[in-house]
Nanobody, 124 residues
């Protein structure tokens, strides 16, 4: 079965960097879009970034543009989220997800596969 396993979360000071990884397995992801979402306590799960498996298209939330970079290594079946200039408001559980609905990449409801999440905490 499909598995998405996130890693790389942790505690970092404001202004610091972290790189999240999402190891994908269980099927071929050609034609899929891989996304990162985040959810802070008491808030909804928000879109962060997405990338087509081909790597040709990337998408970012306005709040992370210029600070976060999504990429993928198809040979390793892994998607990355490089996060820089982190702010306390970036604190959340970060989830990796996959969808075939390439026209709805901003919508969490379009994603059929989800990882278990990894905690990112940014201290001020």
């Amino acid at each position: 079965q499909v598995q998405l396993v996130e890693s790389g979360g942790g505690l970092v000071q404001a202004g610091g960097s972290l790189r999240l990884s999402c190891a994908a397995s269980g099927r071929t992801f050609s034609g899929y879009v891989m996304g990162w979402f985040r959810q802070a306590p008491g808030k909804e799960r928000d879109f962060v970034a997405a990338i087509t498996w081909s790597g040709g298209n990337t998408y970012y939330a306005d709040s992370v543009k210029g600070r976060f970079t999504i990429s993928r290594d198809s040979a390793k079946n892994t998607v990355y989220l490089q996060m820089s200039s982190l702010k306390p408001e970036d604190t959340a559980v970060y989830y990796c997800a996959a969808t075939v609905h390439t026209s709805r990449v901003l919508n969490s409801g379009a994603y059929g596969y989800w990882g278990q999440g990894t905690q990112v905490t940014v201290s001020s």
